[in-house]
């Protein structure tokens, strides 16, 4: 298997513009994570989903972040209008879901906002 | 809200020493894991720690955890070079689904 696939890797953008990153999660794993990654506040969960359903999205941190999983090998995680402290790096991570297996995670997508 | 500490947040120790990395969590849960991450790549998966006194090793690296305590330990034999990196704990605040909260990560540097 390839592992979980995130596209970008890289994305700078400019203030106000959308941004939409991708997730391709492993396959046969029902559980996927949507994390942010900076110096100040570490590691963030923003939102996971179970079967392609959103569970917990208490961590997004405004309404400009919204994401989406339409399927069981997709999603997406989409910041609209960006603006320059949402820079950072956003992991996806997935997992098998059913009882406690560990978190698997892509290579991240570093985003700039200037 | 599941909080989880770890500490020290950076440690600096010589190839040969032995340190330990400490793990707090504040609620209930027997579901732990250790991470490894090197600068600018991802997180990789070390240890899956299940229940009461588990104990995985690989290497030079031991983890333990001890649920009533709520309290993993990573330890860390004869230090090599090679095992520089940020280590982080997560505990699985299970909600219905697997739900993963992470510490703030040590950053472990080990100097020749």
């Known amino acids: 298997d390839a592992g979980v696939i995130q596209s970008p890797r890289h994305e700078v953008t400019e203030m106000g513009q959308e941004v939409t990153l991708r997730c391709k999660p492993i396959?046969?794993?029902?559980?996927l994570f949507w994390y942010r990654q900076t110096m100040m506040r570490g590691l963030e969960l923003l939102i996971y989903?179970?079967?392609?359903?959103?569970?917990?999205d208490s961590g997004m941190p405004e309404d400009r972040f919204s994401a989406k999983m339409p399927n069981a090998s997709f999603s997406t995680l989409k910041i609209q209008p960006s603006e320059p402290r949402d820079s950072a790096v956003y992991f996806c991570?997935?997992?098998?879901?059913?009882?406690?297996?560990?978190?698997?995670f892509g290579q991240g997508t570093r985003l700039t906002v200037v | 809200e599941l909080k989880v500490e770890q500490n020290p947040l950076f440690l600096s120790m010589q190839e040969g020493k032995n340190y330990t990395i400490y793990c707090n969590y504040s609620?209930?849960?027997?579901?732990l894991y250790w991470y490894r991450q090197d600068p600018g790549k991802s997180l990789e998966s070390l240890f899956v720690?299940?229940?009461?006194?588990a104990v995985k090793q690989e290497g030079r690296l031991m983890a333990s955890l001890d649920t009533k305590a709520r309290l993993s330990t990573l330890h860390i034999t004869a230090a090599v070079h090679d095992l520089s990196a940020t280590y982080f704990c997560?505990?699985?605040?299970?909600?219905?689904?697997?739900?993963?909260?992470f510490g703030q990560g040590t950053r472990l540097t080990i100097n020749p």
């Open positions: 991570a997935s997992s098998r879901g059913q009882g406690a297996t560990e978190a698997f």
């Open positions: 989903f179970n079967n392609n359903v959103p569970i917990d």
């Open positions: 396959s046969g794993h029902n559980s």
């Open positions: 609620t209930t849960s027997d579901r």
């Open positions: 997560a505990v699985d605040a299970y909600q219905g689904a697997q739900k993963l909260v």
């Open positions: 720690l299940l229940s009461n006194g």
